[in-house]
Structures are given as C-alpha cells and as structure tokens.
C-alpha cells in the first residue's frame, strides 16, 4: 500500500551533480528502511544506498562510496540521493525502495519500488 514516486533524474555531464528525490505516501514514513537501487541495460538491480528508520544508520554501495550521499526528511516523507563526481558508469534507472521490518541489502529484500527515475551521465 506504500507507495513511492521518484524525482530529479536526467541528464548531466561527466562531474556534475544531480539530486533525486523520492515521496512516500500511503504509509507511515518513518517506520520504514529506505534504499536506492540502480539498474543499467542488461544488468543486475544493484544496491546504491540505504538508511535506517531515524536516518542513524547509513550504507553505500562500493562504487559509490565517497560520491553519493543518502539523506532523509521523515517529516516530508521524502528520502534523497545526492550524486556528486557522476562518471558515465553510473547512467542507470534509480530505483526508490522501502522495507518495514529489516535493513534493505538485496532486491529480495525491497517490498516496495517506486517505478524508476533515468540518469544518463554524458562523457
């Protein structure tokens, strides 16, 4: 019933930034572990960041690491990946992801997708 609309995604070059945004409604946002996917043309939906419930507990996947930045407002129901250093490997669709009862590590892991926001990063 949770559901999560994805914002900000789009075209930038090599080095340059770019914020996504994503609104949850439909449930309480607090109560929820919230994570960023990304998935690239014939791959894998691989992990980009989650944090907890109160926003204290925060992970990133390796090749992210040091460039992207997760975020929370649990009162505008929103979270946040703030991408800086963006290369051309990271040009994927984002996904917003939400779990209640655990920490989000694997797709498996998700109960609720938001539907994906395009990043394309020009060389």
């Known amino acids: 019933q949770v559901q999560l609309v994805e914002s900000g995604g789009g075209l930038v070059q090599a080095g340059g930034s770019l914020r996504l945004s994503c609104a949850a409604s439909g449930g309480t946002f607090s109560n929820y572990y919230m994570g960023w996917f990304r998935q690239a043309p014939g791959k894998e939906r691989d992990f980009v960041a989650r944090?907890?419930?109160?926003?204290?507990?925060?992970k990133y996947g390796d090749s992210v690491k040091g460039r992207f930045t997760i975020s929370r407002d649990n009162a505008k129901n929103t979270v946040y990946l703030q991408m800086t250093s963006l290369k051309p490997e990271d040009t994927a669709v984002y996904y917003c992801?939400?779990?209640?009862?655990?920490?989000?590590?694997?797709?498996?892991?998700?109960?609720?997708w938001g539907q994906g926001t395009q990043v394309t990063v020009s060389s």
């Open positions: 944090i907890s419930v109160s926003g204290g507990t925060i």
């Open positions: 992801a939400a779990r209640r009862f655990g920490a989000i590590s694997r797709p498996e892991d998700v109960t609720y």
